[in-house]
């Protein structure tokens, strides 16, 4: 019954391969986000979504491509991955765009090389 | 440029004592403010959080405290127990960010028996 899940937990994949993160939650929240925490353990924000429609779209290389096919998953596809795009993506939701707090997923630890 | 810091990567406190975790920002746009911690292997949780309008929130064993003057805010937990062991991460957002959260690296909390 986990509420936020992201599929797989570990990736590891060689330089000029296109992978997918799947992401979905059962909470019946209108919001999701993709974070990166990159190598000094800051978590960034990447896209965020909100009732399927992209809201937030940082400044983030389009090799990554997030679709929404619906409002309870968010995938991540990466093209033509770099040894850069190694680090752990966090998949989040909200209710709502307001103040109301995230809900993480449990995270994709992924190894380019 | 961070924009949110916490300058202390690890922090050891022996259990029953208070663990005082601390967290300074640069944007005095920033009128909301989370505590998430996490567990190894797992996705951020949520913690406590306080608005710009309060200086402190108490919720069980955990206390934030903001001054906003100086930028600061701090993670107050006592008695510190040992399934407090985490890493504790500060984030904060302002109105109309579209809910944009910027995190801190983070401070490991051990606690010791």
């Known amino acids: 019954d986990t509420a936020v899940s992201q599929t797989p937990k570990y990736l590891v994949t060689q330089m000029g391969n296109d992978k997918s993160i799947k992401c979905e939650q059962n909470?019946?929240?209108?919001?999701m986000y993709w974070y990166k925490q990159d190598s000094k353990k800051f978590l960034k924000i990447m896209f965020s979504y909100n009732n399927k429609e992209l809201i937030i779209n940082e400044t983030v290389p389009n090799r990554f491509s997030p679709k929404s096919p619906d409002k309870a998953h968010l995938n991540l596809h990466i093209n033509s991955l770099e040894l850069g795009d190694s680090a752990v993506y966090f998949c989040a939701s909200s209710p709502n765009f307001d103040n109301s707090p995230l809900h993480f997923g449990n995270g994709t630890r992924l190894t380019v090389t | 440029d961070q924009q949110v810091k916490q300058n202390s990567p690890s922090l050891s406190v022996q259990e029953g004592r208070i663990s005082i975790l601390n967290c300074d920002y640069t944007n005095s746009m920033f009128d909301y403010f989370l505590w998430y911690k996490k567990y190894p292997a797992e996705g951020p949780t949520f913690l406590i959080s306080?608005?710009?309008?309060?200086d402190k929130n108490e919720d069980g064993r955990f206390t934030v405290f903001l001054n906003k003057s100086a930028k600061h805010l701090s993670l107050h937990i006592v008695p510190s127990q040992p399934g407090d062991s985490a890493v504790y991460f500060c984030?904060?957002?302002?109105?109309?960010?579209?809910?944009?959260?910027?995190f801190g690296s983070g401070t490991q909390l051990t606690v010791l028996p």
């Open positions: 909470l019946g929240h209108d919001t």
């Open positions: 306080i608005s710009s309008i309060k």
């Open positions: 984030a904060a957002t302002h109105s109309g960010s579209a809910r944009q959260l910027t």
